[in-house]
Nanobody, 124 residues
Framework: HVQLGESGGEMVQVGGSLRRTCADS????????MAWCRQSAAQEREFVAA????????HYTDSVKGRVTISRDDAKNKLYLQMNTLKPEDTAVYYC?????????????????WGQGTQVTVSS
């Protein structure tokens, strides 16, 4: 059983940094493909980043490449998203997501398990 929960909402200034954390309390974290997705006002939920089970393979949407790093710590059952050089367009509700199969990692709609989502606001 997968149970995901993200760290609390944050507000940062343009150009700043933050780290999002997601914890899985279901006990199968190491077997999951993990991802971060986000949804801004009036937009569909979009894929941000994904990481393989062993952490050796990562994938990013083009708009965050070079600014964002996804990582995982299986010993702690935690997923992280380090975000740097934040822009106003990064403002969104951020969700951690998970699934078991390796297909179509870069599509938000294919993920089976979701955290509750928390707000990130980038202010100028």
């Amino acid at each position: 059983h997968v149970q995901l929960g993200e760290s609390g909402g944050e507000m940062v200034q343009v150009g700043g940094s933050l780290r999002r954390t997601c914890a899985d309390s279901g006990g199968t974290f190491s077997t999951l493909i993990m991802a971060w997705c986000r949804q801004s006002a009036a937009q569909e939920r979009e894929f941000v980043a994904a990481i393989s089970r062993d952490g050796d393979s990562t994938h990013y949407t083009d708009s965050v490449k070079g600014r964002v790093t996804i990582s995982r710590d299986d010993a702690k059952n935690k997923l992280y998203l380090q975000m740097n050089t934040l822009k106003p367009e990064d403002t969104a509700v951020y969700y951690c997501a998970a699934k078991y199969n390796i297909f179509n990692l870069k599509y938000a709609r294919v993920y089976d398990y979701w955290g509750q989502g928390t707000q990130v606001t980038v202010s100028s």
